[in-house]
């Protein structure tokens, strides 16, 4: 992995096998991100989990095969990693939904802006079952 930063800026290249959670994760440790937006990233993901939430629980789907990331977005909050993307196959069909766990498949290239004065926090909602995002001013 190769990864610089630039005012609230970080960009990284992920390499091919890199499990992509756990490279985020030295991100947060690397540049110190407490409350990040992950703003895009592409590349292609194999060995991956989505999960789409039917208002109750995930439902999720493993895929092994390789496809495109054409999309990927999310959070970090207080360490935790959010992240939904949106990949394709060979048949150029879309498949996305909330992203459980990758693997880099080729190389992903990543954009993370860091906040330093919104705070980032998750917090357990009874209503909806989830942990879900708190912001907050620090």
């Known amino acids: 992995m190769q990864s610089a930063a630039e005012s ?7 390499d091919h096998g890199e499990d992509l959670f756990g ?7 690397e ?9 895009s990233g592409i590349g292609m993901l194999s060995d991956f989990t ?5 208002q109750k629980e995930y ?3 493993h895929i092994e095969e390789p496809m495109e990331l054409v999309s990927l977005h999310g959070s970090i909050a207080g360490g935790s990693i959010h992240l939904h993307c949106a990949v394709v196959g060979p048949d150029h069909m879309v498949r996305g939904g909330h992203l459980k766990e990758a693997r880099v498949c ?3 290239e990543l954009v993370i802006r860091r906040l ?3 705070k980032l926090g998750r917090g ?4 909806s079952g989830l942990a879900e995002m708190t912001v907050g001013q620090g």
């Open 31 to 39: 540049h110190g991100l407490e409350s990040a937006l992950v703003l």
């Open 116 to 118: 330093d004065r919104i």
């Open 124 to 127: 357990h909602n009874p209503r």
């Open 50 to 54: 989505l999960g789409y939430f039917n």
């Open 8 to 14: 609230d800026m970080i960009v990284a290249k992920l």
């Open 23 to 29: 490279s985020i994760e030295k991100l947060i440790e």
């Open 59 to 61: 439902e999720w789907k």
């Open 106 to 108: 080729v190389l992903n």
